[in-house]
C-alpha cells in the first residue's frame, strides 16, 4: 500500500516557476515507476511526467518538454514537478500517482496509487 501527498500548488503569473512535491509512504516506494498527471477545467486528465524506480529515465509530455522536470529522491520517499516558463494552459490541478512496475508508464490505468492533487493556477 502506498499513499501519496501533493503539495506545492499554487496561482503564479505566465512565466513564472513551481515546484511540486509528492510525499509517499511506504517501505517499497523505490520499487515503484512514479508519474505525475494534470486534469484541466473541461478537460480529460493527461500525462505530464513518468520517472522510473532508480531516477535514472524520464519521459514527459510533449506540451512540458523543455520547461518541466522530474526528479525522485527514494531516500524521502519524495517526487518532485519542477515546473518552468508555466503558461495559462497549464493551469490543472496536478496528481502524483505511483505504479508498480519497472517500465515508465504514460497510461494513467497503469498506476495503481493516486494523490489527492494539487491545484496550479498560471495567470496571464
Known amino acids: 500500500q502506498v499513499q501519496l501527498v501533493e503539495s506545492g500548488g499554487g496561482l503564479v503569473q505566465a512565466g513564472g516557476s513551481l515546484r511540486l512535491s509528492c510525499a509517499a509512504s511506504g517501505r517499497t516506494f523505490s520499487r515503484y515507476s512514479m508519474g505525475w498527471f494534470r486534469q484541466g477545467p473541461g478537460k480529460e486528465r493527461e500525462f505530464v511526467a513518468t520517472?522510473?524506480?532508480?531516477?535514472?529515465?524520464?519521459l514527459y509530455a510533449d506540451s512540458v518538454k523543455g520547461r518541466f522536470t522530474v526528479s525522485r529522491l527514494n531516500a524521502k520517499n519524495m517526487v518532485y514537478l519542477q515546473m518552468n516558463s508555466l503558461k495559462p494552459e497549464d493551469t490543472a490541478v496536478y496528481y502524483c500517482?505511483?505504479?508498480?512496475?519497472?517500465?515508465?508508464?504514460?497510461?494513467?490505468?497503469?498506476?495503481?496509487?493516486w494523490g489527492q492533487g494539487t491545484q496550479v493556477t498560471v495567470s496571464s
Open positions: 520517472i522510473s524506480w532508480t531516477g535514472l529515465r524520464q
Open positions: 500517482a505511483a505504479g508498480r512496475a519497472e517500465e515508465l508508464l504514460r497510461v494513467g490505468d497503469e498506476y495503481d496509487y
